[in-house]
């Protein structure tokens, strides 16, 4: 079955604990991105990836990390997640970047 | 900078046609792309429009119109399952492609 898959689902974590959030799909897409999700401000782009070993920062991006090591992973890495980190996060990855395909969402929150 | 603007709430009766518009202002515009949220899940893909004119995949439609800078996504025959939240999102191309999201129109459905 072709999808998007998230790791942890769900995460409650403290302020400054390093934390790493895995995505993985078996599409074989090679554009990935990763988007946070806030009440009232729709999806916003975090960090995106063309290719294996290319990313490039979305419209939030400060206080995250990504990496590309292989094609079909694509992990958030928070350093030290503060409490304006809360959020819903989903991943998503694509053939062109025209039609993405979401994650089921991690719900993180940073006490 | 850069905005879409698509209505909060639009509220219609099952069976009816329902209209969710979306105006937005953004350098080196790609395409407009539309995403359908249920409460609780995951963004999934409707459509994408490149090119001007009327895109159909069943109920659903979509609009584009570059010179207006405006889309519109059209649902027909609405179902109680149609009762979600609706995106349209951009994609730009400078150096590298992004996606960004409008904030979502909630849409209620009623018997």
């Known amino acids: 079955e072709a999808q998007v898959t998230q790791n942890p689902r769900y995460l409650i974590t403290v302020t400054g604990k390093k934390l790493t959030v895995t995505c993985s799909q078996n599409?074989?897409?090679?554009?990935m991105s990763w988007y946070r999700q806030d009440p009232g401000l729709g999806l916003r782009q975090i960090y995106y990836s063309m290719n294996v070993e290319v990313t490039d920062k979305g419209d939030v991006p400060e206080g995250y990390k990504v990496s590309r090591k292989e094609k079909r992973n694509f992990p958030l890495i928070l350093e030290s997640p503060s409490p304006n980190q809360t959020s819903l996060y989903f991943c998503?990855?694509?053939?062109?970047?025209?039609?993405?395909?979401f994650g089921p969402g991690t719900r993180l929150t940073v006490t | 900078g850069q905005s879409l603007e698509q209505p909060s709430e639009v509220t219609a009766v099952e069976g009816a046609i329902v209209q969710i518009n979306c105006t937005y202002q953004?350098?080196?515009?790609?395409?407009l792309s539309w995403y359908q949220q249920h409460d609780g899940g995951a963004p999934t893909f409707l459509s994408y429009n490149a090119l001007d004119g009327l895109e159909e995949t069943g109920r659903f439609s979509s609009f584009l119109s570059r010179s207006d800078s405006y889309g519109y996504l059209l649902l027909q025959e609405l179902q109680m399952k149609d009762s979600a939240s609706y995106f349209c999102?951009?994609?730009?191309?400078?150096?590298?492609?992004?996606?960004?999201f409008g904030s979502g129109t909630r849409l209620l459905v009623r018997p």
């Open positions: 999102a951009v994609a730009r191309m400078d150096s590298s492609y992004k996606l960004i």
């Open positions: 998503a990855s694509s053939r062109t970047g025209n039609e993405q395909y």
């Open positions: 599409m074989n897409h090679e554009y």
């Open positions: 953004t350098s080196g515009f790609y395409g």
